[in-house]
């Protein structure tokens, strides 16, 4: 009697476009798909750590439910290392939900983060999940690195955007893949909107005030520059951000690829639009639908 194949889920990084995985997740789960083992690098691991440890209808609530005023009140800067020290998020975590450790979650889990010093790729299948996690999203600059066993981590994303290679090395003989950012190149004008300052209760407003700090903070007698078509400082980074996510992504799945890749069209949702997890979990429906007819023949081969 042959075994049946174990099914690896690789979810990769994106910021706020991975709340889109976890309408991924439900559709799996719906169609009767349930993955034994589950990777994800950074916003990936997030998720993933939810779904591991069965949590997963919960995280969908709260995401739901959040505004960017609360994501805003998450925030505590430090000019140090990155702009987030993390600790808020982190306690926020702590405080709802259980963390029994990585050993003791019902699925194989396991996440991808960077070792500073040396651009290693660290996989992280042990210890506190909530330590994991918070290391598997360090984007640099934004958040702090986190240190662990003497190594100073940074997010996963820069060595491996979607942790295919992972699902395969814990045991997995088919591997379902989320691609968040293979459609982000060349969206300058569909997202132009994102790049403006907000109004009053609309997103972005965390990065859009400090922005409007810095110019503020021009040396005395300085002449504010003329208004011009050339891209701002937040639209030059995060389309640089998009850039190299796009390229390592492709150049891993190219060498590792993944049995089934599900691609949600994300590229209207910014980075920071985690207040916008109802629009990214239905797009993550939408495109694990167009995925699945697919996905179920790999189970009749």
Not at 32 to 60: D, F, K, N
Not at 61 to 85: P, S
């Amino acid at each position: 009697m042959s075994r049946r194949p174990r099914i690896g889920l690789a979810l990769g990084s994106g910021s706020a476009r991975g709340w889109s995985q976890i309408g991924v997740i439900r559709v799996l789960e719906r169609a009767g798909i349930s993955p034994e083992i589950v990777c994800g690098t950074s916003i990936g691991a997030l998720v993933g750590a939810a779904y591991a440890a069965g949590e997963i209808e919960r995280l969908h609530d709260w995401v739901k439910g959040l505004r960017w005023q609360a994501v805003v009140g998450m925030v505590d800067l430090k000019m140090n290392g990155g702009l987030i020290e993390g600790g808020k998020l982190v306690e926020f975590f702590r405080a709802h939900f259980r963390d029994e450790g990585i050993a003791r979650l019902p699925k194989a889990f396991g996440c991808v983060a960077t070792e500073l010093a040396s651009g290693r790729e660290i996989w992280l299948r042990d210890g506190a999940v909530i330590d994991a996690v918070r290391a598997s999203i360090a984007l640099p600059g934004l958040f702090t690195p986190v240190e662990r066993d003497g190594r100073l981590l940074v997010d996963g994303g820069l060595v491996n955007p979607v942790p295919v290679s992972l699902c395969r090395a814990m045991g997995a003989d088919i591997v379902i893949a989320v691609d968040l950012n293979w459609d982000l190149i060349g969206r300058r004008h569909r997202g132009a909107e994102e790049s403006k300052a907000p109004g009053p209760g609309e997103a972005g407003g965390m990065f859009a005030s400090m922005l409007a700090k810095l110019r503020a903070a021009r040396r005395p007698g300085e002449v504010p520059a003329e208004p011009s078509d050339a891209p701002s400082l937040l639209e030059v980074l995060s389309t640089s951000l998009n850039i190299m996510q796009v390229r390592i992504t492709q150049s891993r799945l190219a060498g590792e690829p993944a049995d089934a890749m599900i691609r949600p069209r994300l590229a209207g949702i910014a980075a920071m639009d985690y207040h916008r997890a109802e629009a990214a979990i239905a797009e993550g429906e939408r495109a694990a639908e167009r995925s699945l007819p697919l996905i179920m023949e790999l189970f009749e081969s």
